[in-house]
């Protein structure tokens, strides 16, 4: 299933390198070239915090709950030692 039609259709930008100017006319560009379809690029003038809001409504719903990790489970896994030593 191609679902590159509707991908192109909701890209929303967010970080603070997306406010340079140009960017999101650029990026239009480039979409157009690799493919047929025109895509909408959203760019909410508050994208810088974009991120940090999203990690917010993430943190607050129950989705967090079922996939968050503690600490213990953390220091636990064997390869985050390998990765990043202990804490």
Known sequence: MDV???MTQSIFLSGGLTLIPGFRKRLELEIEKLTPVKPRVHAS???Y???YLGACV?????AFRETKITLAEWTQ???NADLFGTL
């Open 58 to 62: 993430h943190a607050l719903g129950d």
């Open 77 to 79: 896994s064997s390869r």
């Open 4 to 6: 590159r039609k509707e």
């Open 45 to 47: 003038p508050y994208r």
């Open 49 to 51: 915090h974009a991120a």
